[in-house]
């Protein structure tokens, strides 16, 4: 006598999220483009470290410019963004120069970072003169990021805490300057210490530019903490 088998339950298949492939790929393809630069990126070893197929790489992004792209805007915007705006909007009770010297002394200086550097610079040197649109998604993170340091030093000036002389929005683009541009050496240098150093200038940078009724408190609040 046969007795019929039961067919075994198939498994349900799971559910499609394309919002989720769509953020696995932008994240593989950042971790590409940061390690080796935008046009050495190679899409299949971002599908290989994804498990997408390339019809669906190309169903999110049409090009591998405007994987590029996103990846500018989504996820390299975030790094002035997280690191300054957002702890600067935070802190407006407080005096602004404190505010950026502790986020400049909060910058990482492991070796891998010193390593692979700021993902905004190495983009904007890489790619800038080669396509117009990525640097003009560069730009305008550079300029928010200018335009938040200057409104916390216009912050600051109003409650007597910043030289009044200063230009904001020169002493910003300074201050970033300085910022990337030590990155950049202690990236070359594969050092440490070159960072170090260049965190203590840019920090008596920032010290010299507090109105002359507010020195001493600076330097009683540094000893306080």
Request: glycine share 8%.
């Amino acid at each position: 006598m046969f007795v019929a088998r039961e067919s075994p339950k198939r498994r349900a298949p799971r559910p499609r999220n394309p919002e989720r492939t769509r953020q696995r790929l932008l994240q593989a393809a950042f971790r590409e483009v940061y390690r080796y630069g935008f046009q050495s990126a190679g899409i299949d070893t971002i599908l290989a470290a994804t498990n997408v197929t390339k019809g669906a790489l190309y169903y999110h992004f049409e090009s591998k410019e405007a994987l590029g792209y996103a990846i500018i805007e989504e996820i390299v915007a975030k790094f002035p963004l997280e690191r300054w705006l957002l702890p600067l909007g935070r802190s407006k009770d407080r005096d602004p120069i404190d505010a950026l010297i502790g986020i400049v002394q909060s910058i990482p200086s492991r070796p891998r970072d010193l390593k692979a550097g700021c993902p905004l610079v190495n983009l904007a040197q890489e790619m800038s003169q080669l396509d117009e649109q990525f640097r003009k998604r560069l730009e305008r993170i550079f300029q928010a990021w200018q335009d938040g340091i200057a409104m916390a030093l216009r912050r600051g000036q109003s409650q007597g805490t910043v030289r009044r002389g200063l230009v904001p929005e020169k002493a910003a683009s300074f201050l970033i300057a300085m910022v990337e541009g030590y990155e950049v050496l202690a990236k070359n240098a594969q050092d440490a210490e070159l960072w170090n150093m260049g965190i203590e200038n840019i920090v008596g940078w920032l010290g010299s530019l507090r109105a002359a009724g507010s020195r001493n408190r600076g330097r009683l609040h540094r000893c306080l903490k």
